[in-house]
């Protein structure tokens, strides 16, 4: 009897939907890439301007580090290409810092790469309106002339518009403060909470098996 009951609680576990990673969430243009970005492998050097040059504070948003600038030629977040380098920057990284001084951070996990935006004007300040959905953890790449750098946020809610600053992106004369040529969006992948169901279906499973086992041993 206990082994009936034991090995029906086993297969409720397994039908029950667990802790697993989330989907991400589609980019609303279906004809857009899974992943994208630079061609290169390897990479870039880090410039003389660092991305805590500009120090995010956007209601809503919690601000956890940034990555750069790297800079180099050819330098791109382009959709149509590959993004080994980025990924490999994005999902390893151990040196997420606020500020020059600050304590690094990282990883942070698996990023999926939403899409990157082209951008009029060469603003060096401004705000962006997100054509994919973003919310939870999310990184924010921003490319000016030969320069790029990461931005790592987390938020509640559906993000609608990013503030930005250049400052922490390189230029070629060695300073920061390019124009905005255009910008890239990863997504985390976060840890989903089992539902309700799923919990009170486990709970009356060991339930059961709890009372089996007392009228076995009675």
Not at 67 to 88: C, K, P, R, Y
């Amino acid at each position: 009897m206990l082994r009936s009951a034991v090995a029906a609680l086993s297969l409720m576990l397994v039908l029950a939907p667990s802790v697993a990673f989330a989907s991400p969430k589609k980019d609303k243009d279906p004809k857009g890439p899974s992943d994208g970005g630079s061609t290169n492998s390897a990479i870039p050097p880090l410039s003389g301007v660092s991305c805590t040059a500009w120090v995010p504070n956007q209601l809503g948003f919690t601000y956890l580090g940034c990555l750069g600038g790297f800079e180099a030629s050819g330098l791109t977040l382009n959709a149509n290409e590959n993004t080994s380098w980025i990924e490999q920057l994005l999902e390893t990284s151990t040196d997420w810092r606020t500020a020059s001084n600050a304590t690094p951070t990282g990883p942070y996990g698996d990023f999926h790469y939403l899409g990157k935006t082209d951008v009029s004007g060469d603003k060096v300040t401004g705000s962006i309106d997100p054509t994919w959905d973003v919310s939870g953890l999310f990184v924010l790449g921003l490319k000016g002339a030969n320069g790029a750098s990461f931005y790592l946020f987390e938020t509640q809610a559906n993000v609608s518009t990013i503030d930005f600053n250049m400052a922490g992106v390189p230029k070629p004369n060695g300073q920061g403060g390019p124009g905005l040529s255009h910008y890239a969006i990863w997504q985390g992948r976060t840890a989903v909470v089992p539902e309700p169901a799923s919990l009170g279906l486990l709970a009356v499973g060991l339930a059961g098996l709890g009372v089996v086992a007392r009228r076995r041993k009675a």
